[in-house]
């Protein structure tokens, strides 16, 4: 059963690995068929929810950090200072 109590009906997939990891995986006791679900669910939650974060799973950009779109607005202007209007 699933995490709701549903019934999951479960498909044969074919997928290629590189040998020394599944090797490594089973020597473990990794369950490889629910490691490779739970990371299939895992970047399809990520695509499907940009918001959580980057497609590269790193976290989206804050307010305040990045590219200062205004600079001139942190240059230092003396104490006294007044621009003049042409």
Same mark, same amino acid.
């Given at each position: 059963?699933? +995490? /709701?109590?549903?019934? =999951?009906?479960?498909?044969?997939?074919?997928?290629?690995?590189?040998?020394? =990891?599944? @090797?490594?995986?089973? @020597?473990?006791?990794?369950? =490889? %068929?629910?490691? %490779?679900?739970? +990371? $299939?669910?895992?970047?399809?939650? /990520?695509?499907? @929810? *940009?918001?959580?974060?980057? =497609?590269?799973? %790193? *976290?989206?950009?804050?307010?305040?950090?990045?590219?200062?779109?205004?600079?001139? +607005?942190? $240059? !230092?202007?003396?104490?006294? !200072?007044?621009?003049? %209007? *042409?």
């Amino acid at each position: 059963m699933g +995490a /709701r109590g549903k019934m =999951v009906t479960r498909v044969n997939a074919c997928i290629y690995l590189d040998r020394k =990891v599944l @090797e490594t995986a089973k @020597e473990i006791g990794l369950n =490889v %068929s629910r490691v %490779s679900e739970n +990371a $299939l669910k895992d970047a399809i939650s /990520r695509l499907m @929810e *940009p918001e959580r974060g980057t =497609v590269l799973g %790193s *976290p989206a950009r804050g307010e305040g950090r990045g590219r200062d779109l205004n600079p001139g +607005a942190g $240059l !230092h202007r003396p104490v006294g !200072h007044q621009t003049t %209007s *042409p």
